[in-house]
């Protein structure tokens, strides 16, 4: 159902009550983001579920350290979008600074909401950015039925002359929070998804939940990426990795590079905008259009942006008691 902004913000602040107005603000424009986007299963729902935001504590300030081109980030058991931002901050800084920023994250026990959120903002800052994230285990794969991997987004974003460039995929077949959202809503999910306990193949998001899903297309391909994310933001990062437990570090790896070091920002800019020109003018199947990523993303922000609403599925407003 579409909704105000404004109201969405007052019930989401009611909520957030615990925080610093800056943490409230920071964690309120993700949700917004992913919901307005149509990565809704990253947006609001984040307020149940079972990792809700409200009740994350943060058990000391947010650390960095630096070395050369790489920022070391201590989350402090902050929410995790409040210390990715302060992450994202120091790769953007690095990256002007040396041409190349890394940052890493560990210490954080909650997810990021969505990963374009800040791919967007790091190439509004004409910058490339690849960022990874893992967290407790509930994907499988290499033919095993036990949870190894987190969900394992991944994504990266380019600038252009016009609007960004940017993608975010999750390696599992879906996201945690899309079995939260299927039994919240009573719903089945698709074949091929998922596993129960026992490792036998399930329609039942529950059964799911304790089980674990497969990967997006069930084979070494999507496993390799899952299993690179979980290297990245899991080991380097000094994060947990193939663990289940809610207890453990979830972790990020943020990579930016400064084009203008490269072949130069103004010409990169203008080369992508003309690569994606030619590409919408190419010919398609018969009944089929061009939609190249974050199209529809940016079509749909433009429409929160300009209107001042966003479309929140009943349900997740019932569940995070909104109405």
Same mark, same amino acid.
Request: hydrophobic share 40%; charged share 25%; net charge neutral.
């Given at each position: 159902?579409?909704?105000?902004?404004?109201?969405?913000?007052?019930?989401?602040?009611?909520?957030?009550?615990?925080?610093?107005?800056?943490?409230?603000?920071?964690?309120?424009?993700?949700?917004?983001?992913?919901?307005?986007?149509?990565?809704?299963?990253?947006?609001?729902?984040?307020?149940?579920?079972?990792?809700?935001?409200?009740?994350?504590?943060?058990?000391?300030?947010?650390?960095?350290?630096?070395?050369?081109?790489?920022?070391?980030?201590?989350?402090?058991?902050?929410?995790?979008?409040?210390?990715?931002?302060?992450?994202?901050?120091?790769?953007?800084?690095?990256?002007?600074?040396?041409?190349?920023?890394?940052?890493?994250?560990?210490?954080?026990?909650?997810?990021?909401?969505?990963?374009?959120?800040?791919?967007?903002?790091?190439?509004?800052?004409?910058?490339?950015?690849?960022?990874?994230?893992?967290?407790?285990?509930?994907?499988?794969?290499?033919? +095993?039925? =036990?949870?190894?991997?987190?969900?394992?987004?991944?994504? #990266?974003?380019?600038? &252009?002359?016009?609007? $960004? !460039?940017?993608?975010?995929?999750?390696?599992?077949?879906?996201?945690?929070?899309?079995?939260?959202?299927?039994?919240?809503?009573?719903?089945?999910?698709?074949?091929?998804?998922?596993?129960?306990?026992?490792?036998?193949?399930?329609?039942?998001?529950?059964?799911?939940?304790?089980?674990?899903?497969? +990967?997006? =297309?069930?084979?070494?391909?999507?496993?390799?990426?899952? #299993?690179?994310?979980? &290297?990245?933001?899991? $080991? !380097?990062?000094?994060?947990?990795?193939?663990?289940?437990?809610?207890?453990?570090?979830?972790?990020?790896?943020?990579?930016?590079?400064?084009?203008?070091?490269?072949?130069?920002?103004?010409?990169?800019?203008?080369?992508?905008?003309?690569?994606?020109?030619?590409?919408?003018?190419?010919?398609?199947?018969?009944?089929?259009?061009?939609?190249?990523?974050?199209?529809?993303? #940016?079509?749909?922000?433009?429409?929160?942006?300009?209107?001042?609403?966003?479309?929140?599925?009943?349900?997740?407003?019932?569940?995070?008691?909104?109405?």
């Amino acid at each position: 159902m579409l909704v105000k902004v404004d109201w969405l913000k007052e019930k989401t602040e009611a909520i957030l009550k615990d925080f610093s107005s800056s943490d409230q603000e920071s964690i309120f424009n993700a949700l917004l983001w992913a919901e307005s986007t149509g990565k809704h299963t990253q947006g609001f729902l984040k307020l149940a579920g079972t990792e809700p935001i409200q009740s994350i504590k943060a058990t000391s300030k947010i650390k960095i350290k630096n070395k050369k081109c790489v920022s070391r980030v201590d989350g402090g058991g902050n929410p995790s979008v409040v210390a990715t931002e302060r992450a994202l901050a120091e790769a953007i800084s690095n990256a002007k600074k040396h041409g190349v920023g890394i940052a890493t994250l560990n210490n954080t026990f909650s997810s990021n909401a969505t990963q374009s959120y800040y791919l967007y903002k790091a190439a509004k800052k004409d910058l490339i950015c690849l960022m990874m994230s893992r967290s407790p285990a509930v994907q499988t794969g290499f033919g +095993s039925i =036990d949870p190894l991997f987190g969900t394992n987004p991944f994504g #990266l974003s380019f600038p &252009t002359k016009d609007e $960004p !460039l940017f993608f975010d995929y999750t390696t599992a077949s879906m996201t945690f929070y899309g079995l939260i959202l299927a039994s919240i809503k009573g719903e089945r999910l698709p074949a091929d998804v998922a596993l129960d306990k026992d490792g036998d193949p399930t329609f039942n998001p529950n059964s799911a939940i304790k089980g674990a899903m497969r +990967s997006f =297309d069930s084979n070494h391909k999507s496993d390799s990426l899952a #299993l690179m994310v979980e &290297t990245l933001a899991g $080991p !380097l990062a000094g994060a947990a990795f193939a663990d289940t437990s809610l207890e453990t570090s979830y972790g990020t790896f943020i990579l930016c590079m400064d084009p203008d070091v490269f072949t130069g920002a103004k010409r990169f800019k203008s080369d992508m905008s003309e690569m994606l020109k030619r590409i919408n003018n190419s010919r398609t199947e018969y009944g089929k259009s061009i939609r190249l990523p974050s199209t529809q993303a #940016l079509e749909k922000w433009g429409f929160t942006q300009n209107t001042g609403l966003v479309d929140v599925d009943e349900a997740v407003l019932r569940e995070v008691d909104f109405l």
